[in-house]
């Protein structure tokens, strides 16, 4: 076994020892996707100015080989599959509305991905990279970029004096503690010529999938995860002519249906009746039938065209959901915390009726105009304060209530949240036509946009704008355990349904297939799978309806396991003590909620079962998942963005500590 081992650039082992009598200070990240891209951007900023007196080794670690962009987003993936958030919103590094500021690199080092996409496209005439800021544009492109500048950054640190870069095609599976050579952690990989020293490491593994014995995974005939397409879900593992399982209608899933259809050299047309619907022409090469389920029975709603972009103002502040409300709630409803800290909240009871409020002001207001907003504001007012201080009814009849004090009686607010409630699947429904309908009049909503069609305007503005007013709410337990399990299940639903989903292209196609009933949606909700002969039975629970398939894809992203994560890593960093599980506790420890995050700091250092602090070893995206909410989504540029200050500054403590040191 070597030390430190250069594998995927072809470089040479780099010294572990001393320069000019210190010790090389080694800094290691581990996942070189898009966060550990983020990272590497602060560090390449950073130790031009601050290097190290005995100097620095950055070393990176990528499984999957593709450094910037990792698996997922990987320049590899199949150019059926598309983004689901618009070019302009897409950046790489911290800029100038950083807050607290940090330094930054030259802006030719950390192009936005639009003005990356515009350079490509002069370079090369590529139509893929000819995108305007409102498009929706292919993944493997954001691949492209981020490798782009993952090499931009490793060159500017590598021309730094002191610094090397190593980079290892290999995914880090378990963290030694101890002495190792005078470094704080050994990293293991799966690769046993490879295990690397480091002092301060940053975990930022990505999406994963979990592996559960004696589970429908286990079963031959299921694709347990899906990424990457090209390896996955092929014309071996789900052939042509046969009728395939997709489990999950959300992003993923459309990645998946348009791969085995269009990917497979369908083609997509415009509709001889309606210039703005698509008509699909198959191949031939298609699985015979794509049936698709969900708990639901319902697609993710569309993303409706971006009209926020030219002007940051339209974005929506929250005017009754706010900070300062829950706050308030807090002290006139709140149910102890037996940890002593703030009194925690109920989503249902206490916040469900601010947020329905919230998008009825905001449907008003598109619907009716700017003075109608007011005017609404004005009636509710008195009735707002009364929930606010605990004087009005909870729930579903506060937010019943509210709405009827405002006069907004033309938003329904059920039908906005559950637009196809499961009620409604009885047998003898066809739930496919239902659901048919439903992604035409969704369609119709995106290409109105999300500031002038009322419906998307009040998800978009609630549910996307005001996230950081729902991390406000939730984060590091500000929810009873039984409110958290419920928020998890079923409104972060909501939010992925409503405000998540794909932009206007894809789901043109996807109701082109439905259309076409090569997807086949007639399954409803609540849908049961299970062994059948040499394939599977799949039948919904309310609608009676029943499909036979031969394979199966699962087609869901999964949540954060540190016990059944497929990768040892984390089963192996809990048994060696370095972290622990959070936990939301109950009033006598009997129902706590335990979503699978790790127990992390502020700073997103773990907590160790001790109650110790770690700050060594630092976790973001996935791990942090359940402990709080919106993790792993991407940067956006000029918008003080959390995801790039959380990399920013775990780049600043550890260039700080190593100078220090």
């Given at each position: 076994?070597?030390?430190?081992t250069?594998?995927?650039?072809?470089?040479?082992?780099?010294?572990?020892?001393?320069?000019g009598?210190?010790?090389?200070?080694?800094?290691?990240?581990?996942?070189?996707?898009?966060?550990?891209?983020?990272?590497?951007?602060?560090?390449?900023?950073?130790?031009?100015?601050?290097?190290?007196?005995?100097?620095?080794?950055?070393?990176?670690?990528?499984?999957?080989?593709?450094?910037?962009?990792?698996?997922?987003?990987?320049?590899?993936?199949?150019?059926?599959?598309h983004?689901?958030?618009?070019?302009?919103?897409?950046?790489?590094?911290?800029?100038?509305?950083?807050?607290?500021?940090?330094?930054?690199?030259?802006?030719?080092?950390?192009?936005?991905?639009?003005?990356?996409?515009?350079?490509?496209?002069?370079?090369?005439?590529?139509?893929?990279?000819?995108?305007?800021?409102?498009?929706?544009?292919?993944?493997?492109?954001?691949?492209?970029?981020?490798?782009?500048?993952?090499?931009?950054?490793?060159?500017?640190?590598?021309?730094?004096?002191?610094?090397?870069?190593?980079?290892?095609?290999c995914?880090?599976?378990?963290?030694?503690?101890?002495?190792?050579?005078?470094?704080?952690?050994?990293?293991?990989?799966?690769?046993?010529?490879?295990?690397?020293?480091?002092?301060?490491?940053?975990?930022?593994?990505?999406?994963?999938?979990?592996?559960?014995?004696?589970?429908?995974?286990?079963?031959?005939?299921?694709?347990?995860?899906?990424?990457?397409?090209?390896?996955?879900?092929?014309?071996?593992?789900?052939?042509?002519g046969?009728?395939?399982?997709?489990?999950?209608?959300?992003?993923?899933?459309?990645?998946?249906?348009?791969?085995?259809?269009?990917?497979?050299?369908?083609?997509?047309?415009?509709?001889?009746?309606?210039?703005?619907?698509?008509?699909?022409?198959?191949?031939?090469?298609?699985?015979?039938?794509?049936?698709?389920?969900?708990?639901?029975?319902?697609?993710?709603?569309?993303?409706?065209?971006?009209?926020?972009?030219?002007?940051?103002?339209?974005?929506?502040?929250?005017?009754?959901?706010?900070?300062?409300?829950?706050?308030?709630?807090?002290?006139?409803?709140?149910?102890?915390?037996?940890?002593?800290?703030?009194?925690?909240l109920?989503?249902?009871?206490?916040?469900?009726?601010l947020?329905?409020?919230?998008?009825?002001?905001?449907?008003h207001?598109?619907?009716?105009?700017?003075?109608?907003?007011?005017?609404?504001?004005?009636r509710?007012?008195?009735?707002?304060?009364?929930?606010?201080?605990?004087?009005?009814?909870?729930?579903?009849?506060?937010?019943?209530?509210?709405?009827?004090?405002?006069?907004?009686?033309d938003?329904?607010?059920?039908?906005?949240?559950?637009?196809?409630?499961?009620?409604?699947?009885?047998?003898?429904?066809?739930?496919?036509?239902?659901?048919?309908?439903?992604?035409?009049?969704?369609?119709?909503?995106?290409?109105e946009?999300?500031?002038?069609?009322?419906?998307?305007?009040?998800?978009?503005?609630?549910?996307?704008?005001?996230?950081?007013?729902?991390?406000?709410?939730?984060?590091?337990?500000?929810?009873?355990?039984?409110?958290?399990?419920?928020?998890?299940?079923?409104?972060?639903?909501?939010?992925?349904?409503?405000?998540n989903?794909?932009?206007?292209e894809?789901?043109?196609?996807?109701?082109?297939?439905?259309?076409?009933?090569?997807?086949?949606?007639?399954?409803?909700?609540?849908?049961?799978?299970?062994?059948?002969?040499?394939?599977?039975?799949?039948?919904?629970?309310?609608?009676?309806?029943?499909?036979?398939?031969?394979?199966?894809?699962?087609?869901?992203?999964?949540?954060?396991?540190p016990?059944?994560?497929?990768?040892?890593?984390?089963?192996?960093?809990?048994?060696?003590?370095?972290?622990?599980?959070?936990?939301?506790?109950?009033?006598?420890?009997?129902?706590?909620?335990?979503?699978?995050?790790?127990?992390?700091?502020?700073?997103?250092?773990?907590?160790?079962?001790?109650?110790?602090?770690e700050?060594?070893?630092?976790?973001?995206?996935?791990?942090?998942?359940?402990?709080?909410?919106?993790?792993?989504t991407?940067?956006?540029?000029?918008?003080?963005?959390?995801?790039?200050?959380?990399?920013?500054?775990?780049?600043?403590?550890?260039?700080?500590?190593?100078v220090?040191?």
């Open positions: 076994m070597t030390l430190g250069t594998k995927a650039d072809g470089g040479q082992p780099s010294a572990v020892g001393a320069t009598g210190e010790r090389r200070r080694v800094l290691a990240i581990v996942g070189a996707g898009p966060m550990g891209t983020y990272a590497l951007a602060q560090l390449a900023a950073e130790l031009p100015h601050e290097t190290p007196a005995g100097g620095v080794r950055v070393v990176v670690f990528e499984g999957g080989g593709r450094f910037g962009a990792g698996e997922v987003h990987s320049d590899r993936q199949p150019r059926t599959s983004l689901n958030r618009v070019a302009g919103q897409i950046a790489f590094a911290p800029d100038e509305s950083a807050r607290p500021p940090v330094r930054l690199l030259p802006p030719a080092l950390r192009p936005t991905f639009l003005q990356w996409c515009r350079a490509r496209h002069a370079e090369t005439g590529d139509p893929d990279f000819d995108v305007r800021p409102e498009d929706v544009p292919r993944r493997y492109v954001h691949g492209l970029a981020l490798r782009d500048v993952f090499d931009r950054f490793v060159r500017r640190l590598r021309s730094t004096p002191g610094v090397e870069v190593d980079l290892h095609a995914a880090v599976v378990d963290v030694v503690p101890g002495d190792h050579d005078g470094h704080r952690f050994l990293l293991r990989t799966d690769d046993p010529a490879v295990a690397v020293p480091a002092d301060d490491v940053l975990f930022a593994t990505g999406h994963s999938w979990n592996h559960y014995p004696g589970s429908d995974t286990d079963d031959p005939r299921w694709v347990p995860y899906a990424y990457p397409l090209d390896v996955r879900v092929t014309e071996r593992s789900v052939p042509p046969r009728p395939v399982l997709v489990r999950g209608l959300g992003l993923t899933a459309l990645d998946v249906v348009l791969h085995l259809t269009e990917g497979r050299g369908g083609q997509f047309t415009p509709s001889p009746d309606d210039p703005a619907l698509l008509r699909y022409v198959p191949s031939g090469r298609e699985p015979s039938r794509i049936v698709g389920i969900s708990p639901s029975g319902v697609p993710g709603s569309g993303r409706p065209r971006n009209d926020k972009l030219a002007d940051p103002a339209l974005e929506h502040r929250g005017v009754f959901f706010t900070e300062p409300a829950i706050d308030r709630l807090r002290l006139s409803c709140g149910f102890p915390d037996p940890r002593g800290r703030r009194p925690r109920d989503f249902d009871l206490h916040l469900l009726p947020v329905v409020l919230e998008m009825a002001y905001v449907h207001r598109t619907k009716h105009g700017e003075q109608a907003g007011r005017e609404l504001r004005d509710v007012d008195d009735a707002y304060q009364r929930f606010l201080s605990g004087s009005l009814a909870q729930g579903e009849e506060g937010a019943d209530l509210l709405l009827h004090a405002a006069q907004a009686g938003f329904d607010w059920r039908a906005a949240l559950d637009p196809l409630p499961a009620h409604l699947a009885q047998p003898g429904v066809d739930w496919h036509d239902l659901v048919r309908t439903r992604l035409a009049r969704d369609l119709a909503d995106c290409l946009g999300n500031v002038a069609n009322p419906v998307k305007a009040a998800c978009d503005g609630v549910w996307r704008d005001l996230r950081a007013v729902f991390s406000a709410a939730v984060d590091d337990g500000g929810l009873t355990p039984e409110s958290h399990r419920r928020f998890t299940e079923v409104h972060l639903r909501h939010y992925n349904r409503l405000s989903g794909a932009g206007v894809p789901m043109r196609k996807l109701s082109a297939l439905v259309d076409a009933g090569l997807v086949d949606l007639a399954i409803g909700p609540d849908p049961v799978v299970r062994a059948h002969g040499t394939g599977l039975l799949v039948e919904g629970r309310r609608t009676g309806v029943a499909r036979t398939v031969e394979v199966a894809v699962e087609a869901r992203v999964h949540p954060f396991d016990w059944h994560d497929a990768s040892p890593l984390y089963r192996n960093l809990l048994r060696r003590g370095l972290a622990r599980q959070w936990r939301n506790p109950s009033a006598d420890g009997s129902a706590d909620h335990v979503p699978g995050a790790l127990d992390l700091t502020d700073e997103f250092h773990p907590v160790l079962p001790d109650g110790s602090v700050d060594a070893l630092t976790f973001l995206g996935a791990p942090a998942e359940g402990l709080r909410v919106f993790q792993l991407a940067a956006r540029p000029g918008s003080n963005s959390a995801v790039l200050n959380n990399a920013a500054a775990w780049a600043v403590r550890a260039v700080a500590r190593s220090r040191r």
